[in-house]
């Protein structure tokens, strides 16, 4: 009965004193609200990266070998500096492995450029993905082709004037028509469409079927750079067991062959999706980090005006509080019911913090490329995190309440 007079009393005051009662919760329905809408998104985009990401960009079982590491920040001028000297990777570079590697694994070599496709019959796509591919990349990077076939190793070698192009690519050059034997112009120069990629989505926005794939040794691999040099290499291993093992080889045969001393750094970087996921998770631990202090400023400051609401409210009803103690209330009764209704005010408060939380999360997922999750666990931590700090708020007015003396409390105007 206690609990339900207590609720009762804090649902009176809040709808008497509306706009006093909004401005008192204010900081829990911020903070709630900034709890629930910033995990939202880095669990979201932690499940993205995780699942998306690793399967459609990279691939899994993969170990990628690139000129300086794509899942790192420059720390000092002077490594931004050892980056910039570091040698470029080769086709040398790709052969040397190739015949070096023992560990059962497949191994293609990538480079990409942006670039305009042009189809026979004068339709355009601008900012089209561009890739020279070795033929096994299809497999490294899990590319399905849905209509005609991917190219072949020998094509590759040869740099045969074939390209596949990505589903998006292919509607908007050709829409309705069969693209398969056709020809596109890309950056001016012919090739005959063999295949089109099944449809792959979109990663934050950016569509992975705006793409063009051609064989390697072919013009498009002029156009990402000087003669000879690739972009990355790429690895893929039989099991997921293998991985680690086939990444330290790499790096063992790549430091040999550029005579890399024992104290010297490497000059290559030698990338795991284990590797990228690490990177993302050095960005989502420090936005970890860096909530519960964001949140907990703006409980605080809910906490501290709720405080002095219930200090208010106590002043105002101490001749009840006095009558209440005539009439045999006990000093835990006055201390109970007034924690009560300070925790009700402000769970009331991150009650609306988490709706207007996950109104917020749902409109950033409809409205931009973030991806976002809202989790059962953190409402109910929301809500909770409102209702302990109103109890805590509570104590110190609660207190006084408490030891009020009945009769300087009855006198009391």
Same mark, same amino acid.
């Given at each position: 009965?206690?609990?339900?007079?207590?609720?009762?009393?804090?649902?009176?005051?809040?709808?008497?004193?509306?706009?006093?009662?909004?401005?008192? +919760?204010?900081?829990?329905?911020?903070?709630?609200?900034?709890?629930?809408?910033?995990?939202?998104?880095?669990? %979201?985009?932690?499940?993205?990266?995780?699942?998306?990401?690793?399967?459609?960009?990279? %691939?899994? *079982?993969?170990?990628?070998? =690139?000129?300086?590491?794509?899942?790192?920040?420059?720390?000092?001028?002077?490594?931004?500096?050892? /980056?910039?000297?570091?040698? $470029?990777?080769?086709?040398?570079?790709?052969?040397?492995?190739?015949?070096?590697?023992?560990?059962?694994?497949?191994?293609?070599?990538?480079?990409?450029?942006?670039?305009? @496709?042009?189809?026979?019959?004068?339709?355009?796509?601008?900012?089209?993905?561009?890739?020279? !591919?070795?033929?096994?990349?299809?497999?490294?990077?899990?590319?399905?082709?849905?209509?005609? $076939?991917?190219?072949? $190793?020998?094509?590759?070698?040869?740099?045969?004037?074939?390209?596949?192009?990505?589903?998006?690519?292919?509607?908007?050059?050709?829409?309705?028509?069969?693209?398969?034997?056709?020809?596109?112009?890309?950056?001016?120069?012919? &090739?005959?469409?063999?295949?089109?990629?099944?449809?792959?989505?979109?990663?934050?926005?950016?569509?992975?079927?705006?793409?063009?794939?051609?064989?390697?040794?072919?013009? @498009?691999?002029?156009?990402?750079?000087?003669?000879?040099?690739?972009? #990355?290499?790429?690895?893929?291993?039989?099991?997921?067991?293998?991985?680690?093992? +086939?990444?330290?080889?790499?790096?063992?045969?790549?430091?040999?062959?550029? $005579?890399?001393?024992?104290?010297?750094?490497? *000059?290559? !970087?030698?990338?795991?999706?284990?590797?990228?996921?690490?990177? /993302?998770?050095?960005?989502? #631990?420090?936005? &970890?980090?860096? +909530?519960?202090?964001?949140?907990?400023?703006?409980?605080?400051?809910?906490?501290?005006?709720?405080?002095?609401?219930? =200090?208010?409210?106590?002043?105002?009803?101490? #001749?009840?509080?006095?009558?209440?103690?005539?009439?045999?209330?006990?000093?835990?009764?006055?201390?109970?019911?007034?924690?009560?209704?300070?925790?009700?005010?402000?769970?009331?408060? !991150?009650?609306?913090?988490?709706?207007?939380? @996950?109104?917020?999360?749902?409109?950033?997922?409809?409205?931009?490329?973030?991806?976002?999750?809202?989790?059962?666990? /953190?409402?109910?931590?929301?809500?909770?995190?409102?209702?302990?700090?109103?109890?805590?708020? %509570?104590?110190?007015?609660?207190?006084?309440?408490?030891?009020?003396?009945?009769?300087?409390?009855?006198? &009391?105007?």
């Amino acid at each position: 009965m206690r609990i339900l007079e207590g609720v009762r009393l804090a649902t009176e005051q809040m709808r008497s004193q509306k706009l006093k009662s909004f401005f008192s +919760l204010l900081g829990v329905i911020v903070g709630v609200m900034f709890l629930i809408v910033v995990v939202s998104i880095v669990e %979201g985009m932690d499940r993205y990266v995780r699942s998306t990401f690793t399967e459609r960009l990279i %691939g899994v *079982n993969t170990v990628t070998v =690139l000129r300086n590491p794509g899942d790192e920040i420059p720390a000092s001028p002077e490594q931004r500096r050892a /980056w910039a000297r570091a040698p $470029r990777i080769t086709f040398d570079d790709l052969e040397h492995l190739r015949e070096r590697v023992t560990i059962p694994s497949i191994v293609g070599a990538e480079s990409t450029t942006n670039g305009e @496709v042009e189809s026979e019959f004068g339709r355009k796509v601008e900012n089209v993905s561009i890739s020279a !591919a070795s033929a096994e990349i299809f497999e490294i990077q899990n590319l399905d082709v849905e209509r005609g $076939r991917p190219f072949s $190793r020998q094509e590759a070698e040869q740099g045969s004037p074939v390209v596949v192009l990505g589903k998006s690519t292919a509607e908007v050059l050709f829409e309705a028509i069969d693209p398969i034997g056709k020809r596109v112009r890309i950056r001016g120069f012919p &090739y005959q469409v063999i295949g089109v990629l099944a449809e792959r989505g979109s990663f934050l926005g950016f569509s992975l079927d705006n793409t063009a794939v051609a064989p390697t040794h072919s013009q @498009v691999q002029r156009m990402t750079g000087p003669p000879g040099v690739v972009h #990355r290499i790429q690895f893929k291993a039989e099991t997921p067991e293998m991985v680690v093992p +086939l990444q330290q080889q790499i790096i063992e045969i790549m430091r040999v062959q550029r $005579r890399l001393r024992p104290t010297e750094l490497n *000059n290559f !970087a030698a990338e795991t999706v284990e590797g990228v996921l690490g990177f /993302w998770n050095q960005i989502s #631990r420090i936005l &970890y980090i860096s +909530l519960p202090g964001l949140v907990g400023t703006s409980l605080v400051v809910g906490g501290i005006v709720i405080m002095n609401i219930m =200090l208010v409210s106590v002043m105002e009803r101490t #001749r009840e509080i006095g009558v209440r103690k005539a009439i045999g209330a006990r000093r835990a009764d006055i201390l109970v019911q007034v924690l009560i209704e300070s925790g009700t005010l402000s769970g009331v408060g !991150a009650v609306f913090g988490v709706g207007i939380g @996950v109104a917020l999360t749902i409109l950033v997922g409809a409205v931009s490329p973030l991806p976002a999750v809202v989790a059962p666990q /953190w409402i109910i931590l929301g809500v909770s995190l409102g209702v302990i700090v109103g109890v805590v708020s %509570g104590v110190y007015p609660a207190s006084r309440a408490a030891r009020l003396d009945p009769v300087d409390a009855l006198r &009391y105007e």
